[in-house]
């Protein structure tokens, strides 16, 4: 006979197994496939199966250690909004900013990276060159940065506080020229990130919880003032026109 105990140790897992399962078939059936890193698994959050429909609406999808105790996962009931205020995140996807060309002007201690375009059969850009000075940059690896081109500022606090890294291009981004970074350990900036803005023609900013632009993602336009979830959990980037 089972106990009150043991039947919720069998309902949870079947729960989380169903919603598992569920937005494996929905992003089959949309083509996209959510992809995790070796040791992790996909989950879901899904919202109810409207009147007259048959599938649930894939409302985010995350990563999860294979081995977490799904008993462990806590269902909660819905906030009310009668009691609670839910701050909305509005996204403008079409702000921009201006094209900048160099020096990087000392705004503190910060470290300057020169990169290349994300080259055609590539997932990165290529590094040129990094310097690291509270002063005013004119050159990277022999490269004048008076003729490059700000691609990207990264900041250690939300609303643009606390500069960490600028990146620079020998081009603005446009269509076909993108820039981005696969593994910010390499750049010693891991799970550092909170906020970030785009330059020269670089409208729009994605990060990733995970290398390889991997796990749970959130994108903005030319100008975040904070990655929500993501911030100290950024662990690489892409930007693009």
């Not at 909305?88 to 503190?108: A, F, K, L, Y």
Request: hydrophobic letters at 35%; aromatic letters at 10%.
């Amino acid at each position: 006979m089972f106990t009150k105990k043991k039947t919720i140790l069998i309902v949870v897992p079947l729960i989380l197994i169903g919603l598992l399962l569920t937005a494996w078939a929905s992003s089959n059936q949309k083509g996209e496939a959510h992809t995790c890193p070796t040791g992790f698994v996909s989950a879901a959050l899904l919202e109810p199966i409207p009147e007259g429909g048959n599938n649930s609406k894939v409302i985010s999808e995350w990563c999860v250690e294979k081995n977490e105790d799904p008993t462990s996962i806590q269902m909660l009931d819905p906030i009310d909004p009668s009691i609670y205020k839910i701050e909305d995140v509005h996204v403008d996807t079409t702000d921009r900013n201006e094209t900048v060309m160099g020096p990087s002007i000392g705004e503190g201690y910060r470290c300057v990276t020169l990169l290349e375009p994300i080259a055609e059969g590539e997932t990165e850009s290529k590094v040129l060159g990094e310097v690291c000075s509270n002063q005013t940059i004119n050159e990277i690896a022999g490269f004048d940065l008076n003729s490059a081109y700000l691609i990207a500022k990264f900041y250690d606090r939300t609303n643009y506080r606390t500069m960490l890294k600028e990146y620079f291009g020998p081009i603005p981004c446009s269509t076909g020229v993108s820039y981005g970074r696969n593994d910010l350990a390499d750049d010693g900036l891991d799970n550092k990130f909170e906020s970030g803005s785009a330059f020269s023609s670089c409208n729009a900013i994605e990060v990733f919880d995970f290398v390889n632009h991997t796990g749970a993602t959130y994108a903005c336009g030319a100008n975040c003032s904070s990655f929500y979830a993501l911030n100290n959990a950024v662990t690489s980037w892409r930007v693009k026109h």
